[in-house]
């Protein structure tokens, strides 16, 4: 069954529109989802959707009619609703014209701390909504078990975060916590291996061990000595060329594929 909606006085499209804000999501423990093809993947992923909102307009191709009724046959509640009314809940200047309300995944972390789990990356004040997107896609990619936000990221399903992922946030545990889980994950056996360009250590001649957890820091200001001072090695990336440094996204990539390579 399909419903209609007709007015911005609507309570889904109010309730919506407020997914925008963090505090909300947080609140709500919900966030908004954009597009056929991270609508397809969280489905895929067993992710938890709620409802899903289309417009007319989306439904002009064949293939999108088939998914709607897809949906309808496998009991996903579906709202539909005008361009402009749609545009109003949506944050890209050209929206595909469907998207789903989706809840937070929560996980336990005594439980991820005390599995078999090998490789975590801790971010320490990640600000750009583009670099925490593509780092969750990479360590996604290099087989990381799971990304610890540490206070100050940028709110991890902010919509800028959920496109950049390319729908790798329905696959990687997000685990949020303070810097405390430092501390528990060494005495676990883990290697505190942090991104810092005052050392002699290239990251390509380290022995970073079996149990690794890797730290990158804010785009301007690096890892909170504090940090530092916690870990267990230091590596830098080399810089060639004339660039003052590397893109965080960047770093972190070139450092997790050379852990994992060591890793085996």
């Known amino acids: 069954m399909i419903l209609e909606i007709t007015s911005k006085e609507n309570e ?23 597009g056929y093809r991270i609508l397809n993947q969280a489905i ?19 293939e999108h009619k088939k998914f709607i009724d897809f949906l309808m046959d496998n009991g996903f509640k579906l709202y539909k609703t005008t361009n402009k009314l749609f545009k109003g809940i949506t944050d890209t200047e050209k929206p595909q014209g469907i998207l789903a309300v989706v809840k937070y995944k929560e996980y336990d972390l005594d439980e991820i701390l005390n599995s078999n789990s090998n ?10 909504p583009g670099n925490m997107g593509t780092i969750i896609r990479t360590a996604d990619a290099a087989g990381v078990y799971g990304v610890i936000l540490l206070k100050g990221c940028v709110d991890v399903y902010n919509p800028k975060v959920i496109r950049s992922t390319m729908g790798s946030i329905f696959n990687m545990p997000i685990i949020q916590a303070n810097e405390e889980i430092i501390d528990d994950l060494k005495e676990k056996g883990f290697n505190i ?21 890797l730290v990158i820091g804010n785009e ?3 890892i909170k000595d504090e940090i530092i001072n916690k870990s267990d090695i230091l590596v830098k990336i080399p810089i060639y060329g004339k660039a003052e440094s590397l893109n965080a996204a960047m770093a972190s990539g070139i450092l997790m594929y050379e852990i994992r390579n060591k890793q085996g």
């Open 119 to 128: 490789f975590f990356i801790i971010l320490d004040r990640i600000q750009d």
């Open 44 to 62: 895929e992923c067993s992710a938890d959707i709620d409802y899903v909102v289309f417009t007319d307009e989306f439904l002009n191709k064949e």
């Open 220 to 222: 301007g200001n690096g």
């Open 12 to 34: 889904k499209i109010k309730y919506i529109k407020s997914l925008l804000k963090s505090k909300k999501r947080l609140q709500e423990k919900k966030y908004i989802i954009e």
């Open 193 to 213: 291996v942090s991104s810092y360009l005052n050392t002699d250590n290239y990251y390509h001649s380290v022995n970073y061990g079996d149990k690794v957890a």
